[in-house]
């Protein structure tokens, strides 16, 4: 592969005298040396180092703003055998340079931002990408090796102001004894996936996908359904792998199986975490005995600022991060080194060269030779690109211009038109996402594209058939594609039925190349299509969606939002940091796709300045996107801007008027309910553990800060959801208008270890989506109508109304049934319901199950007549006649000679049996004996006869390779 263009220069010589012991060559492979990031190295470096190059790159955009989540500020460079390799976010991509020139060797892109370094093991090179796969090349020429996806889903989103996939690979990868560790996933609800593959082929060796659903404690000795959200360099301290959460504290696994060992947020509030961690040192020379490693934290890093001054966190070493031990020397990132221009981000010493990074972008290598210095200017540094390679600057037809102006995320879709996307990369504002069919053609655009200068946060790219795609719904501004086959589509039908649904509401536009007949079909077909105005121009069918989604609403105070497009289960559509607000400012407002939220002047409180603080002026930003706007943006996209009067004293909480307490709210009790279990009427009430936010009732949803932000949806009587990771605000901040459950961004001011300081808003999913809740606490009689979800991580609740509970309890406080199971003995074991490749039935019970049960008796149930369901997956054999067993039911054959495998042909299929009029007194006894080997069942129904029941569902059959070789 080629790399983008460069400029070279020579410079003066420069002489470093640095005191060492003896030479010796070594390798620096890994972030920080070693599995343990030690940054401890025996090799000594010669006594004086000369200037030898220096790559002059852009200053790389961390993902996150807080300090606590910048594990990806600046270039972290490894090398091995003479070559280093560096990751870039910049252009989604890893470099190779010759150690002793600087020359570049190869550059290898993905389709994501690269924020890890990578490693280099034996002759290969291992990184991750936030395109969710990780990587395996050849160290020499940079071709790929082997490909793994960590999660069987090309769902994507808005993440840190790029496109990617919804479980990008942010727990950095590290190796140990052929062993590669790496983590994907951000969101706990969304799953988070830890995995140990084999080095040589990329193989499982283990995968733990349990660790997003922990019932546990959160700060303020909260207890919430949270789990671990890999943000930060993964860890090897002895036996253990360490996963960095964030800016809260980091989880313990056992390497070696993938089981966990510990995690759990802080109880005390204020103790901030941050994404920093190492393992402790092994003896020094001299001493006999090597010390047991411990876990070792950056007091700089797990610091933050509190509204009344600093907090850090109870353990750590200041400036750890920034500092690297050469043989005897202490080398900190502080110290100025000749020659060096900017702030030292990195330092790494290998093969008697010191490598140092800036800030600012620059790798400067240093080595033992007097020779004259080279510069290497990248093509990405504006001044070089605008030199050597600029873009013309044409005029956009006026038909993209008059849509563009509020800037905005635009997607091309297969258009072969040069002279078009080089127009649109001239406009300032505009993100551009081009989805290209042919490979090959995309990776000839990015070589072309990088070399005239643009990074991939400007020009992205989607490779492949756009089928192949999950587009987060209502993200681009504007859409213009070609004929369907540039896209990989067969039909213009199915082109805009895809491409539609992405297209943001009010006034987002979609341009569909046609011909006249093309056109008038087009428009006969879709002129039913919510919200669409259809039209034609310069050879182009139209589709505008004009207006607000039908059934969503605006919000502009007044604790009430009935927006009836918010329903539980939810899924993460974007997330962002760009608009941040304090956690006591007054409530966000949503209008017409705008949100407008005012900040406080917060941090002049230990200058005397107290409580209620002032107001500051307005922010904005775009309710689908996060993209933050100025005020001529906001009001290109919409008629109204309600603003406060930043001269009026505010108070300094604002509750609704039902919240009596201001720190100390009342248990929510909303109404009544009908018990799903009984069918008895009684009060509407739910868990909710600290939050000085009492909550509200928007109508259709009630939201609420529980441990972390929260709500419960009475539509389908959910339970209680927790949106786990970031802290919603002591204003209740959580949303639901336009079509979003909006989670934006109350968490300054605040330095509790909730992990991911930032906003998000979600969208509402299907039912087979996985989402699980905490239903509470009673003892329940005359059962009517049940779920038990055998090894399920929480409860969950189904439109017609099976309140599925998880069996055993471990997802917080559950309705305590008179079941039994037996023996005690009995196996759980768990997938996330991503894995399920089809079959019948709701995924996310077949995902889970419990082997060796030999009976399971359910009292106190309503006399009556019954349908029964029972959901069952073989998980562990992998050919037929292995697993076979009979059921009974109170006494009766039911089932014989049930062979799961046999009549799913998968592993990840689901297999549903239903019975209907089964007559029940009092109870159930299903009795489940073994032909050949043990039991299993993943889950069992109970529905009285003459209520509602769910259909079940057909899940379509798919399976996707996530291994991928050349």
Request: net charge neutral; aromatic share 10%; hydrophobic share 35%.
């Amino acid at each position: 592969m080629h790399c983008p263009a460069l400029r070279v220069y020579l410079l003066p010589l420069l002489l470093i005298p640095l005191m060492g012991a003896s030479v010796r060559a070594s390798d620096w492979p890994m972030w920080r040396l070693d599995p343990a990031r030690s940054a401890h190295t025996e090799q000594s470096l010669p006594e004086s180092l000369h200037l030898q190059w220096v790559h002059r790159l852009p200053p790389l955009e961390p993902a996150f703003k807080n300090e606590r989540l910048q594990f990806d500020a600046g270039y972290e460079p490894v090398v091995k055998d003479g070559i280093l390799f560096y990751g870039s976010s910049l252009n989604d991509s890893v470099t190779a340079l010759d150690l002793q020139t600087g020359k570049p060797l190869w550059q290898f892109t993905t389709d994501g931002p690269v924020r890890f370094a990578p490693v280099a093991w034996k002759d290969t090179v291992y990184f991750g990408s936030d395109d969710g796969c990780l990587y395996a090349v050849s160290a020499q020429t940079g071709n790929l090796i082997w490909k793994f996806r960590a999660v069987p889903s090309k769902r994507l989103i808005l993440g840190n102001r790029r496109l990617i996939s919804v479980w990008p690979v942010r727990g950095g990868p590290v190796i140990e004894n052929d062993t590669v560790y790496f983590a994907a996933g951000v969101w706990p609800f969304e799953g988070a996936f830890v995995y140990a593959l084999d080095t040589t082929t990329g193989k499982v060796k283990w995968m733990n996908d349990r660790l997003g659903f922990l019932y546990g404690q959160h700060p303020h000795a909260a207890e919430a359904l949270g789990g671990v959200t890999p943000q930060g360099y993964l860890v090897i301290s002895d036996e253990e792998l360490i996963v960095p959460c964030g800016t809260a504290f980091p989880a313990r696994l056992n390497k070696q199986t993938g089981k966990l060992i510990e995690f759990e947020l802080p109880k005390p509030g204020r103790t901030p975490g941050g994404w920093f961690t190492a393992a402790g040192k092994a003896a020094r020379r001299g001493e006999t005995a090597v010390a047991t490693p411990s876990l070792q934290f950056d007091r700089d890093v797990n610091s933050a600022r509190h509204e009344n001054g600093q907090n850090y966190g109870p353990d750590g070493k200041r400036g750890l991060r920034q500092q690297i031990q050469v043989g005897d020397q202490s080398l900190k990132y502080q110290a100025a080194i000749p020659g060096v221009q900017g702030t030292i981000h990195s330092l790494l010493a290998t093969s008697d060269h010191l490598i140092a990074v800036t800030l600012e972008g620059s790798i400067y290598c240093l080595g033992p030779g007097k020779t004259t210095p080279v510069t290497y200017d990248s093509s990405l540094l504006e001044e070089t690109a605008s030199e050597s390679n600029p873009l013309p600057n044409a005029s956009l037809p006026a038909m993209f211009s008059d849509q563009l102006q509020a800037g905005g995320y635009v997607l091309l879709a297969g258009i072969p038109d040069a002279k078009l996307l080089n127009t649109l990369l001239t406009q300032p504002q505009l993100q551009i996402i081009y989805q290209e069919n042919h490979s090959g053609q995309v990776k000839l655009l990015r070589q072309l594209y990088l070399e005239r200068g643009q990074t991939s946060s400007k020009l992205a790219f989607l490779p492949g058939p756009l089928s192949e795609y999950e587009l987060p719904a209502y993200f681009a501004q504007t859409i213009i594609a070609a004929e369907p086959v540039y896209s990989g589509m067969k039909t213009y039908s199915e082109l805009i039925s895809v491409l539609y649904p992405s297209l943001r509401p009010y006034g987002g536009t979609l341009f569909v190349k046609t011909s006249e007949a093309d056109h008038q079909k087009l428009a006969a077909e879709f002129k039913n299509l919510s919200q669409a105005k259809i039209s034609r121009k310069d050879g182009y069918s139209v589709f505008k969606k004009a207006g607000a989604i039908p059934g969503s609403s605006n919000y502009t105070g007044g604790w009430s939002s009935p927006d009836e497009l918010v329903k539980a289960p939810v899924g993460v559509l974007w997330y962002d940091d760009s608009v941040g607000n304090f956690k006591r400012a007054p409530q966000p407002l949503f209008v017409d796709g705008v949100m407008i939220s005012h900040s406080k002047y917060w941090q002049g409180y230990p200058a005397g300045i107290r409580p209620p603080y002032k107001l500051l002026a307005p922010q904005f930003a775009d309710v689908y996107t996060g993209r933050k706007l100025d005020a001529t943006q906001a009001e290109m996209l919409t008629t109204e801007l309600p603003t406060l009067d930043q001269t009026q004293k505010q108070p300094s909480q604002y509750r609704p008027p039902y919240q009596k307490n201001d720190w100390s709210p009342a248990p929510p009790v909303i109404g009544e309910r009908t018990n799903p279990l009984t069918g008895d009427t009684e009060p509407r009430a739910f868990p909710k553990s600290y939050g000085c936010d009492g909550g509200v009732d928007y109508s259709y949803l009630y939201t609420m800060r529980s441990g972390t932000a929260a709500f419960y949806d009475k539509r389908v009587e959910s339970g209680t959801i927790h949106i786990s990771g970031p802290r919603s605000g002591c204003t209740n901040s959580i949303v639901p208008a336009n079509g979003l459950l909006n989670v934006p961004y109350y968490f300054q001011g605040c330095t509790c270890s909730y992990p991911l300081p930032v906003g998000l808003s979600m969208i509402s999913m299907p039912e087979t989506h996985e989402q699980w809740m905490v239903w509470g606490k009673s003892d329940v009689q005359q059962v009517h109508r049940v779920g038990l979800n055998f090894g399920a991580p929480g409860d969950r609740m189904t439109d017609k109304g099976t309140l599925w509970l998880d069996t055993p309890s471990v997802g917080g406080p559950s309705p305590e049934l008179d079941l039994q199971i037996s023996p005690k003995s009995v196996k759980a074991f768990y997938e996330h319901s991503l894995w399920i490749e089809g079959g019948r039935g709701w995924p996310w019970v077949g995902a889970s199950g419990i082997t060796g049960v030999r009976e399971i008796s359910l009292k106190q149930i309503k006399a009556g007549d019954y349908t029964v369901r029972l959901y069952f997956r073989e998980p562990e054999y992998s050919s037929t006649g292995q697993r076979v067993f009979d059921i009974s039911l109170n006494g009766k054959p039911l089932i014989s000679q049930l062979d799961v495998l046999q009549e799913t042909q998968s592993n990840q299929k689901i297999l549903v049996r239903e019975f209907s009029q089964i007559h029940l007194d009092n109870d159930l006894n299903l009795t489940l004996t073994a032909q050949k080997r043990e039991p299993l069942i993943c889950g069992l129904e109970l529905i009285e006869q003459s209520l509602p029941i769910d259909s079940i569902v057909e899940l379509p059959s798919q399976k996707q390779e996530l291994l991928t070789k050349p």
